[in-house]
């Protein structure tokens, strides 16, 4: 099993990116996909969710600026970003397998799913 984010940048506050994040190895239009991102000094917090049937679910202060989705056939889930500001400013994450929208750090302790490497995102103002 194995995701792998891509996407991430350099953007100036207002701006937007694309990440994106490719799955192997799993039954991808069964899986729950979900975003995490941890910003230094911050707990790794919950982005999105994409559900297999294709549900998407967005933190509060995400709502109106991200936007999840997912794309089966080419096993691949995407989170827009738009109005970007500096404190988006933080190491995204994929991960296959929901169990807590909060974690200390990303990725957590083994035993939580299948976390990519992290690709990072910086706002400027």
């Known amino acids: 099993v194995q995701v792998v984010e891509s996407g991430g940048g350099s953007v100036q506050s207002g701006g937007s990116l694309r990440l994106s994040c490719t799955g192997s190895g799993f039954t991808f239009n069964k899986a729950d996909m979900g975003w995490f991102r941890q910003a230094p000094g911050n707990e790794c917090e919950l982005v999105a969710i994409?559900?297999?049937?294709?549900?998407?679910y967005l933190s509060d202060s995400m709502k109106g600026r991200f936007t999840a989705s997912q794309d089966n056939a080419n096993n691949t889930v995407y989170l827009q970003m738009n109005s970007l500001q500096p404190e988006d400013t933080a190491v995204y994450y994929c991960v296959l397998g929901i169990y807590y929208t909060n974690y200390g750090q990303c990725p957590p302790s083994k035993g939580f799913g299948y976390w990519g490497q992290g690709t990072q995102v910086t706002v400027s103002s």
């Open positions: 994409v559900t297999g049937d294709g549900t998407t």
